[in-house]
């Protein structure tokens, strides 16, 4: 059955019923209800009709919580004052299906007191609202936006007047453009009709106004660019253009004003309104390639909490500061939790769609989404130096480091523009003052020379199809902290691994477990289990909460404190743990041997064990075998890559059975074992300086001295922070097949920008003769200059399918098996 809001299906029993406007309803939870009954209230009922048979997201009634909007903080950030009385902000609207939701969202905000306009964009569900602060906060909208069961996210609009007067000058430039084209059908038809010469100048007279409008008001972008240009000695597209459309405008004055040959106002505004109409194409790729920065941005509050609930801005936090988050906040800084327990929605930063449960002490990041009530934490980095901070810094400046291949595609743009113009002074040349054709048709034919040449699209090659990958990757839990690593991960030629955390889940379990049944009367299993509680070792750590598990702990009675224990560790070995009663020794079995115990572990599984001193031995009290699982879609990342032939390698802190018992699931060949933070940083070295191009993936501390040796370092998004700060690429989600897609996506876009270069290239070599031997005029010139610049583009675009049609299969087989 369904529910009568969000049009999921249910189970019959899990549905509340409820008589509203004597029908019965059926609903999955009390936010569906309450969003229905809204609706009914403001006459929207519609909204189902026009929804049809599409479904919605059930509302969440914890996002419909008060969450403060309204500090000055706040709105300085992301609230436009218009005017004392008019406020004018902008977000991102979650949770939008289809067009209904649009619908319903303007409507219902249109219809609140002190709204003035509601704008939503369908395609980017981007919203743009005015409102009367005076008669309704930005709390209140929130709220009300939440209430109908969708969440606004921030950001900054500052960036939009630039796109708003690329506009502008767009519109002018289709409006002269069309008004001269007009006023030429009229010459034409008079060239061969007859036309007296007084209304052939006032014709021109009129083309003239119009071009000189487009020329100079919609194409002064391109007398700009083209004079800073200049000043840094740099010619490139726009100083092409401005040269050819002036020339042809000068002449076509030359022409009005003399009364010899034809003018050509038509042809400048018909250039101009090519080339501006294909760039203002491209600028909207770029941004909305750049919303996933918006939304990244978004996820870092502009408000924090003391603990005793005083909002303050999050500048202003410092590390230990102990402060509180109400439900629905995101934490504004990396923390420890000081709760109890909590729970978190960290969907914003890891990409984990069900809530995480954590425990008091557990490390919390900046980004993640507080779902109980109040809770309180401990800051452990300032705002600054938050994890999401880092991210989105790295995200912003990753856009602006270009490729080694971009760097070349420039410089030979700006020598190719300097060997056009020489190249259309020479056709000048040839054809006035050696074939005497005349400078009428010579001048055309050299503005043909210099408008039909692209080095805009030799230059569009590399810094679009960069931006697509970056947005790609970002889209898919992957963080290129600079577009270069795009270029320099697909030549890659060797892959290191990292084994725990990186190849497997980091989170052994124990598979076996030997006692020392004489030692049963003098040492339990709860004195085994204290001695182990707060020990932050991961493997004392499983073995203490598999110990937790035994009714026979359970069900103990041990009077002998945790504290009592006093904890003496052994760098890489173990620890000792000792009391009043007795002396442990725990750790692995190399520890072991030197204590005297002779124990080996042939098996591929870890080892822990603990000995009870005895006089001046040691004797084995517990041994427990504990076994690391595989992540999943190991085995086809490691096919992937030996199928791209690029090399894996993994290097382990482990024993080699431990090691190569991994290696041998996933498929890796060369296995280093019993390595140590330095000897993977000099193994990853002394592969770079053998010439070979080498990536490090790995999550740990230990991982961090080797992944900022190798030429891309890769971090497992659980990894510690100073090994995601000396990585270039990192997995926000922690997942392999997401590493896999960072290969494939590097791969596609370095394959997308030669495809971009070559496509530029032969279409250079093949219209310039073209327009040297006289076969186009000017406004054909720029029409194909155009379509060249707009073909990279969309050929860039095409990077976006590159997962489609895996995608496609994933979803089929999920459909089979829930059928």
Not at 553 to 576: H, M
Not at 665 to 672: A, L, N, P, R, T
């Amino acid at each position: 059955m369904k529910c009568d809001h969000c049009k999921l299906d249910f189970p019959e029993n899990s549905l509340h019923k409820v008589v509203i406007n004597g029908k019965e309803c059926h609903f999955c939870c009390n936010g569906c209800e309450f969003v229905y009954n809204l609706l009914q209230d403001n006459n929207l009922e519609s909204f189902y009709d026009k929804l049809g048979s599409k479904t919605l997201k059930p509302v969440n009634r914890e996002d419909a919580k008060d969450s403060v909007y309204d500090s000055p903080s706040f709105l300085k950030r992301y609230v436009k004052t218009l005017s004392p009385d008019l406020y004018e902000v902008s977000f991102i609207l979650e949770d939008i299906m289809c067009a209904a939701c649009v619908w319903l969202n303007e409507q219902y905000l249109s219809g609140l007191e002190g709204i003035k306009s509601v704008n939503i964009n369908y395609t980017n569900h981007k919203a743009k609202l005015t409102y009367d602060p005076n008669v309704i906060t930005l709390k209140q909208i929130v709220r009300s936006i939440r209430n109908i069961g969708y969440k606004p996210i921030f950001f900054d609009s500052t960036n939009t007047p630039k796109l708003r007067n690329d506009y502008v000058r767009l519109v002018v430039a289709v409006f002269c453009a069309m008004n001269v084209m007009w006023i030429n059908v009229g010459q034409y038809i008079g060239f061969f009709t007859g036309i007296e010469q007084n209304s052939r100048d006032i014709l021109n007279f009129a083309s003239f106004i119009l071009g000189s409008f487009c020329l100079f008001f919609s194409g002064s972008k391109f007398y700009k660019n083209a004079y800073y240009g200049l000043k840094r000695n740099m010619i490139g597209m726009d100083l092409l253009v401005i040269t050819g459309t002036t020339i042809v405008y000068l002449y076509s004055i030359y022409a009005w004003l003399f009364r010899q040959g034809e003018t050509y106002f038509d042809s400048v505004s018909m250039i101009i309104l090519f080339v501006l109409g294909s760039k203002f194409l491209e600028s909207l790729a770029s941004k909305s390639m750049g919303d996933s920065l918006d939304k990244l941005t978004s996820i870092l509050p502009s408000i924090a909490r003391k603990a005793n609930g005083e909002e303050i801005s999050p500048d202003l936090i410092q590390k230990g500061d102990m402060l509180m988050l109400l439900p629905g906040d995101i934490l504004p800084v990396d923390a420890l939790l000081r709760s109890p327990s909590a729970s978190f929605d960290t969907s914003l930063v890891t990409g984990e769609s069900l809530p995480v449960s954590l425990k008091e002490g557990d490390a919390l990041l900046s980004g993640y989404n507080a779902l109980d009530t109040n809770i309180f934490y401990e800051a452990t980095t300032t705002f600054q130096n938050s994890s999401a901070s880092t991210l989105a810094k790295m995200l912003e400046s990753s856009q602006f480091k270009r490729p080694r291949i971009a760097n070349f595609a420039l410089r030979f743009s700006g020598m190719f523009s300097k060997i056009v113009l020489t190249l259309a002074a020479i056709s000048f040349c040839i054809y006035f003052f050696l074939m005497k054709d005349g400078f009428n048709h010579s001048l055309l034919i050299a503005v043909s020379v210099i408008i039909i040449a692209c080095p805009c699209a030799l230059a569009l090659a590399t810094p679009i199809a960069a931006v697509v990958g970056l947005n790609l990757g970002f889209k898919h839990k992957i963080l290129f902290t600079e577009a270069s690593f795009l270029e320099t991960l697909a030549k890659v030629t060797h892959v290191v691994f990292d084994k725990t955390g990186t190849l497997t889940n980091g989170k052994p379990k124990v598979i076996e477990s030997i006692f020392n049944e004489d030692l049963k009367d003098k040492v339990d299993k709860s004195i085994l289990k204290n001695i182990l509680h707060h020990n932050t070792h991961l493997v004392s750590q499983t073995v203490y909460d598999f110990l937790s598990d035994d009714s026979e702990v359970l069900n103990a009675k041990d009077t002998k404190a945790v504290d009592e224990f006093d904890i003496k560790y052994v760098a890489g070995k173990g620890f000792y743990a000792s009391n009043d009663r007795f002396n442990f020794a725990c750790g692995s079995d190399i520890f072991m041997n030197d204590l005297g115990l002779e124990l080996e572990n042939k098996t591929s599984s870890i080892t822990f064990n603990m000995a009870l001193k005895e006089g001046d031995r040691y004797v084995l009290c517990a041994r427990f075998f504990l076994l690391d699982t595989l992540k999943g879609n190991a085995k086809e990342l490691i096919d992937y890559l030996k199928a791209n032939h690029k090399t894996c390698i993994l290097l382990s802190g482990d024993r080699l059975e431990v090691a190569k018992d991994i290696a041998s699931k996933v498929g890796i060949d060369e296995v280093f074992s019993n390595q140590t933070p330095i000897s993977k940083a000099s193994f990853v070295k002394k592969l770079v300086d053998e010439g070979n191009i080498v990536s490090m993936i790995g999550d740990g501390l230990n991982d961090a001295l080797a992944l900022s040796y190798a030429h891309v370092g890769i971090s497992m998004g659980s990894g510690a922070q100073t090994s995601i700060k000396e990585s270039k690429v990192i997995i926000l989600d922690d997942s392999l097949k997401t590493l896999r897609k960072a290969f494939m996506i590097a791969k596609a876009s370095i394959g997308k920008i030669k495809e971009n270069l070559i496509m530029s290239l032969v279409y250079n070599v093949i219209a310039l003769p073209v327009a040297v031997l006289g076969f186009v005029i000017p406004l054909f010139a720029a029409l194909f200059m155009s379509i060249s610049s707009m073909s990279v583009v969309l050929n860039s675009l095409r990077l976006n399918n590159i997962f489609k049609k895996e995608e496609r299969l994933e979803a089929k087989q999920k459909a089979k098996s829930e059928s």
